[in-house]
């Protein structure tokens, strides 16, 4: 079967790899169409510090059964948790599974799903009345509304989210759910428009408006109680500690590469809860799919363009000269 396969830093391909098959223990699903995300950019660049290669990306998935499930009929529509936990390290046993020490994430320490078939346990199928673009998005919005959990947002919060790319739109989408005064920050106009349809009050473009003096403005001088930083870089590290208000809440999501340096009299003096956000838990996920099945969040908007799989190495070489552009891509592997 045809697969994209990252051989090695800024290098895709298109290859033929072994055919997946139904196991005692797995479901066999028809992959419909992948989401590609920032963390397979970042994999495609060589900077995605979990991944070796060659690597088959690919965690966002619109699927159809084929066969092995005891509880969905062949044809039925749906997403996979893409997350695999032990059951025995010190995250499993406080019931924070998506942290797990020894976690393997499709796409990343593992072969993903830009592949034609593949095969899953059947508990991590997920379904719901959505269309397969709509399934795509369901695992990167769960990381978004994972974060915001992890923020204890409540609807007495201002809400600051940097980056509004598919997990950032999750993190705006998941703060409106629970009715904070939100916060898009990008560098892209497209991107905070979208930002403004998922549920952002506001919006800050950093590459025309002063961050801090915006930021005072919106809060009445105090800055937001919640910051979420869903890019990964090491001066949005910094910004979220410097401008969230005292006693506010920093949750990082994104990863970054290069060192950061702190100003650490900051967390003390402002005695903030700095977090770190994993992946998403079963309950993002119900919440995630309730949202798209209530159409509570703008899934055509949210699609910079659907390719077939072909076009795969094409594409991730023209998103990587120029990231701030892309919203989302969809692969369609129905087409040839």
Not at 104 to 127: F, H, M, N, W
Not at 160 to 170: E, F, H, P, S, Y
Request: glycine share 10%.
């Amino acid at each position: 079967m045809r697969a994209v396969v990252l051989k090695e830093s800024g290098v895709a391909a298109i290859e033929n790899v072994a055919d997946a098959s139904e196991t005692a223990e797995e479901v066999l699903l028809k992959v419909r169409m992948i989401g590609l995300c920032g963390s397979d950019l970042n994999s495609f660049r060589g900077k995605n510090p979990m991944v070796s290669f060659p690597r088959i990306p690919g965690h966002e998935i619109g699927a159809t059964v084929v066969s092995g499930s005891s509880s969905l009929l062949p044809g039925t529509y749906v997403t996979v948790v893409p997350y695999t936990h032990c059951g025995a390290c010190a995250s499993c046993l406080r019931g924070r599974p998506n942290a797990c020490q020894f976690n393997q994430t499709l796409g990343v320490q593992r072969d993903g799903a830009l592949t034609e078939y593949i095969s899953v346990p059947g508990s991590k199928l997920i379904t719901g009345k959505l269309s397969v673009k709509e399934l795509c998005l369901v695992e990167p919005l769960t990381v978004g509304f994972h974060a915001i959990a992890r923020g204890r947002v409540t609807s007495s919060d201002t809400v600051a989210v940097i980056g509004c790319g598919g997990v950032g739109l999750g993190a705006v989408a998941g703060s409106r759910e629970r009715g904070a005064t939100t916060i898009g920050i990008d560098v892209d106009e497209d991107k905070l428009a979208l930002a403004k349809l998922a549920g952002a009050k506001y919006v800050i473009n950093t590459k025309t408006e002063n961050l801090h003096e915006r930021l005072m403005e919106l809060t009445d001088g105090r800055g937001p109680d919640v910051i979420v930083e869903a890019i990964g870089l090491p001066q949005t590290f910094v910004a979220a500690v410097e401008e969230v208000a005292f006693t506010g809440r920093v949750v990082y999501i994104g990863y970054t590469k290069e060192p950061v340096a702190y100003e650490t009299r900051l967390f003390v003096q402002k005695e903030l809860d700095v977090l770190g956000s994993r992946n998403a838990l079963p309950e993002d996920f119900v919440a995630v799919v309730r949202m798209l099945e209530e159409k509570r969040f703008p899934v055509e908007a949210a699609v910079s363009s659907i390719i077939p799989m072909e076009a795969v190495p094409e594409a991730l070489l023209a998103w990587s000269a120029n990231p701030a552009r892309v919203k989302k891509i969809l692969v369609n592997l129905e087409e040839k």
